[in-house]
C-alpha cells in the first residue's frame, strides 16, 4: 500500500507534509522558538512586525532561569517570565546592564538598570513575524497544528466507535433493528453539519473537549451508512451462512467474518472525515465557538487577523489559512489514493 502511494508524485508529496505536520505537533515546544505554553509572550511594542524581524529581549535572570530549569518539552513551560524589548542596552562598569525599552518616546525613555550582574539578554527572530499582541506567529502556528490534528483524530475515533456497530447491527439483523437506525441516520443525516455542531458547542459549552465530541457525534453517520452496505453486502455471502450453520453467534460472525472487510472503505472515509474536522473546527474557532484563548488553533488566528487582509499585514492571515488548505488537500489527495489503491474492483481491471 504505501509502495503504491509512494509512486504517486502528489500523494507522496501529501504524505510527507503530513509527516511534516505530524511531527511539528508532537513535538511542538521542541520545535517551536517559544517554549512558553501556548506561545502566550506577549510584548505589545513589537506588534504586528514583519516576517524576519529580530529583537532583544532582555529577562531577569532568577526568573528566567527558574522557568528554564522547569522545562516540559510536550506541554511547554507552564507560566510566561516577565521580559522587556530592549531599543538599546550596554553594560555598566559593574557588571550590571543599562537599558531602555523600545516602544517609548523620547520624553518617556529613561534609561533603567538591571538589579545585579546576573541577566539574560538574548537576540530572537521572529521568522513569520508577530501577530496584534505581540506573540510569535511562527510558534503559535506549529501549536495550533496540535488543536487540527488532534480534533481530526479524536472525531474520527468518536465516529467509528458510534457508526462501526450502528451500521453493523442494522446491515446483519434487518427487520425493526434496521429501520429504527435507518430512521436515525436519516434524521441526523438532514441536519446541516455545522449547524447541528454549533447546536451541540452551545449544549456542551465551549472548550478544547466540547469541540471533539461535537464534531465526532455528527461524523458517525457517514460511518454507519457505508458499514450497513458492507454488511448488509457480506451478510448474504457463502461464508456467513457457513458460519451460521455452524453455530456461530451473529456478534462473533460480524467481529471475524463481516466487519474485516468493511476495513478499506473505512480508512477512505476515516481520511474525508479528518480533513472535514478540521475543517469545522477551523470554523468553529473563527465563530469563537472552537478552542479558547490562549490556546491556539489555525481558525483563531484567522479570526483575530482577517481584517488585516485589507491592509500590508496579509500574512497573519494567510499563513494559517495556507495550513488548513494544504492539510485538508492533503488528507483528500491521500484518501482518494488509498481508494484507488483498496477498490479490488479498479485492480482488476487494471490487470
Known sequence: MLSSIWK????????????????????????????????????PAIALSPPGSKFVLYYGSSIFNDQESNKDWFMGIKSVPQSVILDSWRLRPDGTLAYLEKGLDNKQANWKYSNSSSYNVLERTYWLGTDRYGRDLLSRLI????????????SVLISLFVGIPLGALAGYFGGW?????????QVVWSLPTLLLVIAITLALGKGFWQVFIAIGLTMWVEVARIVRGEVLSYSKREFVDAA?????????????????????????????????????????????L???????????????????????????ALSPGLLILLTVLSFMVLGNRLRDVLDVRSSNSKV
Do not use: C
Open 143 to 154: 501549536i495550533g497544528a496540535r488543536v487540527s490534528l488532534a480534533v481530526g483524530l479524536v
Open 177 to 185: 433493528v434496521d429501520r429504527l437506525i435507518s430512521w436515525i441516520i
Open 290 to 316: 472552537g478552542a479558547q484563548p490562549p490556546t491556539p488553533s489555525w481558525g483563531g488566528i484567522i479570526k483575530d487577523h482577517y481584517a488585516y487582509m485589507l491592509m500590508d499585514k496579509v500574512w497573519l
Open 244 to 288: 451460521r450453520v455452524m453455530g456461530f453467534k451473529p456478534l462473533y460472525i460480524l467481529r471475524k467474518h463481516v466487519l474485516p472487510n468493511t476495513l478499506a472503505p473505512l480508512i477512505v472515509v476515516s481520511a474525508a472525515n479528518f480533513a472535514a474536522a478540521i475543517l469545522v473546527e477551523s470554523g468553529l474557532s473563527f465563530l469563537g
Open 8 to 43: 504517486d508524485s502528489i500523494a507522496r508529496w501529501s504524505l510527507l507534509f503530513l509527516v511534516v505536520v505530524l511531527f511539528s505537533a508532537v513535538f511542538a515546544y521542541v520545535v517551536a522558538p517559544v517554549k512558553y505554553r501556548d506561545a502566550n509572550e506577549m510584548h
